[in-house]
C-alpha cells in the first residue's frame, strides 16, 4: 500500500490517494501511548491500511537552551523506543510512516488525518491537575478537530494483555488486539 509520503523535517503528510486508510497513533512515551500503539498496529494490520505514528515536541521552558535539533532527534528516539519496547523494532508487513514534528501533540495528530475514513488512536488521558486547571486534554482537542474517529485506549487493557501473556507463558502475539 503505497501512495502516502511524509516530509519528517516539517511532518506534511502528501500525496495520500483517497481511498487508503490510515491508523494514526500518537507517541509520548507513556504506558498509555504504548497500549494505543498495539492498538494500531493491530487495526492497521487488521484493515491493510497505513501505520502514521506521531511524535509531536515543542521547546520547553527547560528546553529553552538545548538545539532544536537535539529536541527533534529526542522526538524520532521515543518512536524507535516505543516501537522497541512492544515489538522489538517496527513491525514488518506494515507500511509505516513515522512522523516527528514540532507542534503541539493536540494540532499535530490533527494535521495528520487525511480525511473521514482514518482512525486516530491516543492513549487515554490520566487526570492530572494541570490537566484540570487548563481545561484542555489532547484528547479533547482530537475529537474536536481530527475530521475522523478518535478512540482512546486505557493503559489497562496493555496490562491485562501483558498479564494474561505471563500467566500462560504464550507469547504477545504481534499484531493482535
Not at 34 to 52: F, N, Q
Not at 58 to 78: I, K, Q
Not at 124 to 136: K, N, S, V
Amino acid at each position: 500500500m503505497t501512495g502516502t509520503t511524509t516530509d519528517t523535517t516539517t511532518g506534511t503528510i502528501t500525496g495520500t490517494t483517497t481511498g487508503t486508510t490510515r491508523v494514526i497513533v500518537g507517541l509520548s512515551g507513556s504506558l498509555s501511548s504504548l497500549a494505543a500503539l498495539y492498538h494500531a498496529v493491530g487495526e492497521a494490520a487488521r484493515h491493510e491500511a497505513v501505520l502514521v505514528p506521531v511524535a509531536a515536541w515543542t521547546v520547553g521552558d527547560r528546553d529553552g537552551l538545548r538545539p532544536l535539533s537535539e529536541l527533534e532527534h529526542a522526538a524520532r528516539r521515543r518512536l524507535d523506543i516505543a516501537f522497541e519496547q512492544a515489538y522489538g523494532g517496527y513491525p514488518s508487513g506494515l507500511v509505516i510512516h513515522p512522523v516527528v514534528v514540532n507542534a503541539e501533540p493536540g494540532p499535530a495528530l490533527a494535521a495528520a488525518v487525511s480525511g473521514p475514513d482514518d482512525l486516530l488512536v491516543l492513549g487515554a488521558a490520566t487526570r492530572r491537575r494541570f490537566d484540570l486547571l487548563r481545561g484542555t486534554s489532547v484528547a479533547r482537542y482530537c475529537r474536536h478537530r481530527a475530521g475522523c474517529r478518535v478512540v482512546e485506549v486505557s493503559p489497562s487493557a496493555l496490562l491485562t494483555r501483558l498479564e494474561l501473556t505471563a500467566r500462560t507463558g504464550a507469547p504477545l502475539p504481534l499484531l493482535a488486539r
